[in-house]
């Protein structure tokens, strides 16, 4: 029996949603450029944009057996959103749901090929800072090289990519690209090089089940840091607001 999964992430204002097939891309979209501008949009457009890509491929969602959404770090509000979805999805189908740093899903916005190597992978964190994530491309998977993201100011990302020779990816960076929830699974351009490029590229498809399903109860995405609000109301009252 063939895994069909629903991928979705919600990391930046461009949220983006993947329906895959044992790790083969069958159909994506994307919120139009926009509508993530209005903080009441945010809801109200994703779950139309997957409800349209599943009728139009003659699928229920009660077919589906994974869930995997994108766990930041990004914009706060977004990540709610798509965490929310996807959690009531996987709730009201019974399918497993799985999370994914949205740092590794930017190689699957790349408006342009890859080559494998060292790059390190970028969203705004506000402030005017950025978060990054060292990551090494290879045979088209990326892969962590850290365990942890770091919060970046612009200096101190080109210093660290000039030091480790790696290429920037992330919005408005050398390499454009914002997270895709297509970057989950193979894209039909790398099937096209062969089954060997094929097995390869599942890699990330296959590493994102292997971590293990996540608890819809207590799982939460990856923020990066407090929220705007958070943090101006700890600095009012000085001391940490508890949830």
């Known amino acids: 029996m063939s895994d069909l999964a629903l991928a979705l992430d919600g990391s930046t204002y461009f949220s983006s949603v993947a329906l895959l097939r044992d790790g083969m891309l069958v159909a994506e979209g994307q919120v139009p450029e926009g509508v993530h501008e209005k903080q009441s949009g945010r809801g109200e457009a ?9 009728a139009a491929n003659g699928i229920r969602l009660t077919e589906l057996s994974s869930i995997i959404c994108g766990a930041g770090p990004g914009s706060f509000t ?43 992978s970028v969203l705004p964190a506000m402030r005017g800072e950025l978060f990054a994530l060292p990551v090494e491309l290879k045979f088209g998977i990326p892969t962590p090289t850290a365990t942890a993201h770091s919060i970046l100011s612009e200096m101190e990302l080109r210093d660290r990519a ?33 089954p060997s490029r094929k097995n390869q590229n599942a890699g990330l498809y296959t590493s994102i089940l292997a971590s293990g ?20 109301w700890e600095a009012t009252h000085g001391r940490p607001l508890r949830a």
């Open 46 to 54: 994703l779950v139309p944009l997957i409800e349209d890509m599943v």
């Open 78 to 120: 977004s990540l709610r959103v798509a965490a929310s979805v996807a959690k009531g999805i996987g709730f009201a189908s019974g399918a497993k749901m799985y999370a994914v740093s949205s740092l590794l899903l930017t190689f699957g916005g790349s408006r342009v090929p890859l080559e494998d190597g060292n790059y390190i």
């Open 162 to 194: 000039r030091e480790t020779q790696s290429a920037i990816i992330g919005p408005g960076q050398e390499i454009e690209a914002n997270p895709h929830a297509k970057g989950c699974g193979v894209q039909l351009s790398d099937a096209a090089s062969g």
């Open 213 to 232: 399903a996540i608890d819809l109860d207590s799982w939460e995405p990856d923020y990066g840091r407090l929220a705007e609000a958070q943090v101006k």
